[in-house]
């Protein structure tokens, strides 16, 4: 047994799922791996064991599968000290305008899922008066726009959750972290016109929230220029922001 | 389609890039007659890791698979870069045996192009120490090369600029070691006799390497700093200093193209003569430096190859055999110091035997120089060429972007071998790069 603390990362596969579990590892955490295929985490927790000599565990996770929540995190073999949400669909809007299944896919898995898993731990987290949870959320949740809205709305949403829990649990001694990471060059985004000086690598995001965590910071944007390009987008007129098609 | 470029930045081409997620999908990027090769970092300064047709990216490869720390062994992902390596298991006591002058290189890379470090002298090059690689060879076999197993594969693999496949593993060997510093001695050269004499007494350091200033002439010919180097043990550290040093991401970037006048013959020579002096202050004493200033210069600048302007530079390295090699060397920096425009990046060092079928060291000097992308620069660089050739010396294709197939096949008498093996495993031609278009490829 270790007297380490433990992180527990949801859509570990994903890139920035693995750049933060190696931040965290880095920093001494052992990890938990979580998401829907074990098979594809096994390489990433053969790597954080031979790069930091931490105790890695993988386990199944499926974050449309809401009936399992109960019990994915009872089967857990200790209760982190830390969990991180990194699930997330992007989808595409124009399908999403016309296809219900995949608007609500995208609905379900950047709001619904991640708000409950996070919900649920953030109650046995309470329980034993200390926890940190993180939610990586998004920029495109500041306002809806026509190119993503669908995506956004779900962001939104799961920002609201995550700003309503942590002004209830702030004195019991649960901390809840906001992560916005504005254009991160991953999978997700492979393909899109991302704009250079607005754009990290996912292992600037993982370090981001390596630090929330342990400065116990609210709200992060990984960039600082996203706070500004989003206070300005939030603060346009309806008026004139409904002209606008980006 | 993707405009693509090595660190020179010359030449720029057009290619389908792809960014596979598994082997599986290397495999289906470099299948159908695509005339495709593998990109690590892009360090590789001209066009070895620009695909004919097809680039096939392999950076989102870096995983670490296992680490012995009982014998330094590790098994990586090829896309995994030598920074990355060295800033987790440096403070863990480990180092790579070979590093280049850049730590922004890809495993695969570095196997590819065989790279040699400041060691190579007494410790040979990078393949030295991989052990065995994981190819997926160009018709569509995935098999594990070693020394002892599928030997032809491995020894043209390593140097062989990734023609034989694409590697995507390797286990190597790490080289233990007490602290992350290097006890540094400076040696100051008046002219080019006294470097390479410096160069030669120092065949028992560990490290040696000469910054050359190439824009003195006469009596002044040659003239270098040489910079002599050991690993520090820990007794060797000055009290409060850690193990190993911190790592740190470039700290100044060059931000935008500069203007190509900005390095000319007035710059350089000030540039050169107060590099020079202030290197010979620090002369003869030991020092204890960072693993990283010592073996990365350059790295701390970001984007420093944007220094030369838009339209990029060429760098020319190339060996020497030991033998006459003084008047040949002479000879180069006279025409480079009367020429005037080469940069302040020039180094001369000693190189042994490459342990590679292809691989670029052989025993006697090499020196690199970098020159703009300009004027008559590549008339130029064939007069030099000729030079080398007559010596019975050759270029690095790591660094190439322009020389002649005569050039080549004069320098690199072991091709017809590495055309065999290539041959074999890939008899339908899939894996081709700009480079093997333009130097080895029927056409």
């Known amino acids: 047994m270790t007297s380490r603390k433990t992180v527990l990362v949801l859509g570990g596969s994903s890139d920035i799922g693995r750049a933060t579990a190696r931040a965290f590892a880095k920093a001494g955490y052992d990890v938990a791996l979580a998401g829907r295929d074990v098979a594809v985490l096994e390489p990433d927790a053969a790597d954080l064991r031979a790069r930091y ?11 449309l599968d809401t009936a399992s929540f109960d019990g994915f995190v009872d089967a857990l073999p200790a209760l982190p000290d830390v969990v991180i949400s990194i699930v997330g669909l992007l989808g595409t809007q124009e399908s999403a305008q016309e296809d219900l299944a995949h608007a609500t896919t995208i609905m379900r898995s950047n709001y619904e899922g991640p708000s409950l898993i996070l919900g649920l731990f953030a109650e046995k987290f309470l329980a034993r008066g200390n926890g940190t949870i993180v939610g990586v959320s998004s920029v495109a949740g500041d306002r809806g726009r026509a190119s993503n809205y669908v995506y956004g709305s779900a962001k939104a949403g799961f920002s609201a959750f995550l700003s309503g829990l942590r002004a209830r649990a702030s004195r019991g001694g649960l901390h809840v972290v906001t992560v916005k990471p504005g254009f991160v060059r991953t999978r997700m985004t492979e393909g899109m016109k991302l704009i250079g000086p607005l754009t990290v690598e996912a292992p600037v995001v993982g370090d981001a929230i390596l630090q929330a965590v342990e400065k116990k910071t609210d709200v992060v944007y990984v960039s600082g220029k996203w706070r500004l390009v989003m206070l300005i987008i939030k603060t346009l007129p309806e008026a004139i922001f409904k002209k606008l098609k980006f | 389609m993707t405009l693509v470029s090595g660190w020179g930045r010359f030449p720029v081409v057009d290619t389908d890039l792809r960014r596979p997620r598994s082997f599986a999908a290397v495999g289906e990027a470099v299948a159908g007659l695509a005339g495709a090769v593998a990109r690590g970092n892009g360090r590789a300064y001209g066009d070895a890791a620009i695909g004919a047709a097809r680039t096939v990216a392999m950076t989102g490869f870096d995983r670490v698979r296992s680490f012995d720390p009982a014998t330094g062994r590790i098994r990586l992902e090829a896309g995994l870069l030598l920074s990355d390596l060295i800033d ?6 480990f180092l790579p045996f070979v590093v280049p002058g850049t730590r922004f290189v890809s495993i695969g890379g570095a196997i590819a192009a065989d790279v ?13 120490y991989v052990d065995s690689i994981l190819l997926r060879t160009g018709q569509g076999e995935v098999i594990e090369a070693s020394r002892e197993q599928n030997s032809d594969a491995f ?3 390593v140097g062989g600029m990734g023609l034989t496949g694409v590697i995507l593993e390797a286990t190597m060997r ?10 540094e001695r400076v040696i100051s050269a ?4 006294a470097a390479m004499r410096a160069l030669d007494a120092g065949d028992s350091a560990t490290y040696s390497v000469a910054w050359i200033d190439c824009a003195s002439r006469g009596r002044d010919l040659g003239r270098s700093l040489i910079y002599l180097g050991e690993h520090a043990r820990a007794d060797e550290l000055a009290g409060g200093a850690g193990a190993f040093p911190a790592g740190r991401n470039p700290g100044l970037a060059v931000p935008v193209d500069l203007p190509s006048m900005t390095l000319n013959r007035y710059s350089i020579r000030a540039f050169n003569e107060l590099y020079y002096r202030m290197g010979a202050r620090r002369a003869g004493g030991n020092h204890v430096v960072s693993l990283y200033p010592y073996f990365f210069p350059l790295d701390s600048i970001a984007d420093w190859n944007r220094i030369y302007g838009r339209r990029g530079f060429l ?3 190339c060996v020497i055999p030991e033998q006459g090699a003084r008047d040949v060397l002479g000879d180069i920096l006279d025409r480079v110091a009367r020429r005037g425009d080469a940069s302040f990046l020039a180094v001369l060092k000693k190189l042994g035997q490459g342990d590679g079928i292809l691989s670029f060291p052989l025993p006697g000097y090499t020196l690199a120089l970098d020159f703009p992308m300009k004027g008559d620069v590549l008339n130029f660089l064939d007069e030099i060429d000729r030079l080398v050739v007559a010596a019975g010396g050759r270029l690095y294709l790591a660094k190439d972007a322009r020389q002649s ?11 017809s071998r590495f055309n065999a093996i290539r041959k074999s495993l890939d008899p339908a031609g899939n894996i081709r790069s700009k480079l093997s278009q333009r130097l080895i490829d029927e056409v």
Not at chain 1, 56 to 63: A, L, N
Not at chain 2, 190 to 193: E, H, I, R
């Open chain 2, 405 to 415: 197939r005569a050039t080549f096949e004069a320098g690199y008498p072991a091709l």
């Open chain 2, 190 to 193: 008046s002219d080019l006799d």
């Open chain 2, 174 to 183: 790490l080289r233990p070691v007490e602290t992350g510093w290097i006890r």
């Open chain 2, 116 to 128: 040699h470090g400041k060691n190579h002298h007494c410790e040979g090059g990078f393949g030295r």
């Open chain 2, 315 to 317: 760098q020319h390295q």
């Open chain 2, 155 to 157: 020894f043209a693999t």
């Open chain 1, 53 to 63: 000599n931490v105790e890695v565990g993988i386990h199944k996770f499926d974050v």
């Open chain 2, 88 to 93: 987790t298991f440096g403070p863990r006591g």
